[in-house]
Structure formats: structure tokens, C-alpha cells
């Protein structure tokens, strides 16, 4: 038996409690388990015990042994000498305070359903991709909702992480920060390194400078990309390389490498080329973007910004010097919802906590829940057992379920691995 399932046991009560006894045989009752401590020290503080006719309150420490007490150098540590109980699993050893006074004691390990320890033995043996999909069925609606709600807030938690190191690295500057992780989404997965390093490489407020010209903007961009260091034969390319000669003199710019941007198994329109032009023609259509984001109240105008195209050369190209077939390339629907989801919205999350307003905060959930869900293999999996998936809201829940707790075998830790434990 794991000393997690153990803490499990002890913290939702999963044993009979009738007519319990400490190992002295002292008559006990469970007023209150305590709260679970997750770090050093007893593992769970401010419990509640009657023992005979007196109450006492204070820590309790759970091990599967007594003997682990003298394992885990306890009787070394005055944080544990007035524990007011030890719950244990097999009562091997009697333990005593630096008073010589007998530590209270119960011994449980005939008190668990071992229904309840199959199942949970169950789950950690189970060969698919979630533990409780054979049972998932099983729990009620509201209980998965509720979990769902907790789970997307965790989920916005964590990837505010990210953003909130990447402010302190640019000195609190929010637009310069949006900027750069807005870039890093444009690459999606294959590309988003490099096109973070682009970002990274080219400050946002030298591209304002030459906003009222897409094709300076261009010029950066794709000079800094490392693109523009060859013989072309078009003329739009050799304008570009013109203008970024001019503009790298004046801004003492050091492109990236152009090895680094990946075209292999893309499709043509996710090229990093496209890509780029799109970008640019987003820095050329707005002003302050996430000053602009921040003012916005109605969630389809955001999407709205987010619809730009390429300039005329990239309608009919997708790399310099090769025609392809006339094109309108416009940001598709997917690659929008992508972009609100990973940045748009954490960014609104992570500004509404710093800046302590629940406008912000609420306006990130809303725009989760306007905006379609996504559509990878985890969310099939998850569509196959029966969960919705509609929202954005519905798929990163279950996208942090799945990563965080399904992949890691936490279900002890999941409101719905709890229920289903309970149900024996």
C-alpha cells in the first residue's frame, strides 16, 4: 500500500470507524481528520480527536508503519512531539514522547474496504491513456462540471507563469511582452521558437516607428528571420532586402539564423513565410495591440483583428521567387481560436491578477467560452467517453486533466478518481 492512497484513506475517512480504539485501547472518535500538509512537517495540521472523555487538537501524522516514525528521523523533531495521533496502517512498534508518554495510536488496516483498495490498485494498472475511462461514465454531470470549472482555473494558472516571467524579464512592459508571446503563437508548434527569437530579436517599438509601411515592416521581419541573404530574382524580395539593409544600419539589428524555421510536413498556407506576412500585416493593421484587446468588450471583435491576410506578392507565393496559384491566405478560423486561446486569453488572466480587477479575469473565461474547443487526439479520446467539448472552456479543462492528472496517474488528487474510489 502507497503512503498516498494511505493519506487518502485517512483524509475522506474511508475506514469503519465503529467502536474504534487506540492501540492502548482507549476509546477514540474522529472529530475532524485536519488539513492536508503538502509540505515538511506533520502531514496533517489542525485535526480534532476525543479520546475517552477529553477532546484534543493539533497535528496527525499518517504512516503505513509505526516503525517508519523512527524511519523518517521523527522522534529528532520537536515539530512531531506533540502530535496528538498517529494513524497507521499495521501497528509493528510502541512510540513514545521525549516524555516517555505513549504517542496515541490507531491501527486501521482492518478497517479499509478492500473493494476500495482494488479499485484504486485498478487505476494505477490500467494501461489507457485515462485511468477511470472503463468508470467515467458512471459520474454524475455535476461533479465533472464542477471539476471542469476548478481544472480550467488551473490551467490559466499555470500558463500565467510563463507570461509573468516573461514580464519580468521586459521590465513590466505588458505590449512589448504580448508581442513576443504573440509571435511565439504564430509559429504554432513547429515553428514558435524561432519565431520567438524573431521577436525577441526585434523590439516592438522599432516596428511602430514604420507601421505606416507594410513593406519596411515586411523588411524587418523577414531580414531579422534570416531570409532575405540570397539572389532573388523577383522584385519584391530585392525591395525587401533593400529596405532591411537600410533599417538593420539604423537599428543595429543581428538577424537569427534561417536554418532554425522548419517547413518540412507543412502544409504550404503554415509556412513560415505565410506565417511572417500574416504577422506583419497584423503589426500593420493595429496600434498597441493589447492596449486595443483590453477595450474591447464584445469577444467576435477580437476575433475580428485577429482575421488578417498577407500582402499581394504572398497571394501568389508561398517562398520568395516560386509563383503558386493566386490565394487569399487569410489566419483560418482554427489558427484564431489557437492564438485567443494560448495568448489572447492568458494574457487577460494573468493582467486582471496583477492588477487585482475581475473585469479582466471574467472577460478571459467568457472569451474560452465563446470560442470552439479544439480538436486533438486528447479531446477525441475525451469526446469518445462521453464529455462535451464544444468550448474552449470544456477542452483546456480537460486538456489540464488529462497532462496533469490522468497522464500522472494523480487520481487520489481528482475529484473524480475521489468519487469513483468512494463508490465500493
Not at 12 to 29: P, S, V
Not at 111 to 125: A, G, P, Q, T, V
Not at 129 to 140: F, G, N
Request: charged share 25%; aromatic share 12%.
Amino acid at each position: 500500500m502507497s503512503e498516498d492512497f494511505f493519506h487518502h484513506i485517512w483524509k475522506y475517512r474511508l475506514f469503519n470507524q465503529l467502536e474504534l480504539k487506540t492501540t492502548e485501547g482507549e476509546q477514540i472518535e474522529i472529530l475532524k481528520p485536519g488539513n492536508h500538509n503538502y509540505d515538511s512537517g506533520p502531514d496533517f495540521f489542525n485535526g480534532k480527536i476525543k479520546i475517552d472523555s477529553t477532546v484534543w487538537a493539533g497535528n496527525i501524522e499518517v504512516h503505513i508503519n509505526s516503525s517508519d516514525w523512527k524511519k523518517h528521523l521523527h522522534q529528532h523533531d520537536k515539530a512531531y512531539d506533540n502530535i496528538i495521533l498517529h494513524v497507521v496502517n499495521n501497528a509493528d512498534v510502541v512510540l513514545y514522547r521525549s516524555s516517555g508518554e505513549v504517542i496515541p495510536t490507531i491501527e486501521i488496516k482492518d478497517r479499509i474496504h478492500e473493494r476500495l483498495y482494488l479499485k484504486y490498485l485498478d487505476f494505477n494498472s490500467c494501461d489507457g491513456s485515462i485511468p477511470c475511462e472503463k468508470q467515467i461514465i458512471k459520474v454524475p454531470s455535476f461533479i465533472i462540471n464542477s471539476t471542469l470549472d476548478k481544472l480550467l482555473l488551473e490551467r490559466l494558472e499555470r500558463k500565467s507563469l510563463e507570461i509573468i516571467n516573461s514580464l519580468a524579464l521586459n521590465n513590466n512592459n505588458w505590449e512589448e511582452t504580448f508581442y513576443q508571446q504573440l509571435a511565439r503563437n504564430f509559429g504554432f508548434k513547429t515553428n514558435a521558437e524561432p519565431f520567438e527569437l524573431l521577436a525577441k530579436s526585434l523590439p516592438s517599438i522599432f516596428l511602430r516607428k514604420h507601421k505606416s509601411s507594410l513593406l519596411q515592416l515586411e523588411a524587418m521581419l523577414y531580414g531579422q528571420s534570416g531570409m532575405l541573404f540570397e539572389h532573388f530574382d523577383d522584385k519584391y524580395p530585392q525591395q525587401l532586402q533593400n529596405e532591411y539593409a537600410f533599417l538593420k544600419q539604423k537599428f543595429k539589428l543581428q538577424p537569427i539564423e534561417k536554418h532554425l524555421w522548419k517547413y518540412l510536413r507543412l502544409r504550404p498556407i503554415n509556412f513560415p513565410t505565410i506565417r511572417i506576412a500574416q504577422f506583419a500585416n497584423l503589426i500593420f493593421s493595429s496600434d498597441h495591440l493589447f492596449s486595443e484587446i483590453l477595450e474591447i468588450e464584445d469577444a467576435s471583435l477580437i476575433k475580428k483583428i485577429m482575421n488578417v491576410s498577407v500582402s499581394e506578392y504572398w497571394e501568389t507565393h508561398f517562398v520568395f521567387d516560386k509563383t503558386s496559384i493566386k490565394k487569399t491566405k487569410h489566419l483560418g478560423d482554427e489558427a484564431i481560436n489557437n492564438i485567443i486561446v494560448n495568448t489572447v486569453v492568458p494574457f487577460l488572466f494573468v493582467y486582471g491578477k496583477q492588477k487585482n480587477n475581475e473585469l479582466y479575469i471574467n472577460k478571459a473565461i467568457s472569451l474560452l467560452e465563446t470560442t470552439a474547443g479544439e480538436g486533438n487526439t486528447i479531446i477525441q479520446k475525451w469526446s469518445s467517453l462521453g464529455l462535451s467539448t464544444k468550448t474552449a472552456a470544456e477542452t483546456q479543462a480537460l486538456l489540464q486533466l488529462k497532462n496533469e492528472y490522468c497522464s500522472h496517474k494523480k487520481c487520489l488528487s481528482c475529484s473524480i478518481g475521489n468519487y469513483l474510489l468512494k463508490k465500493v
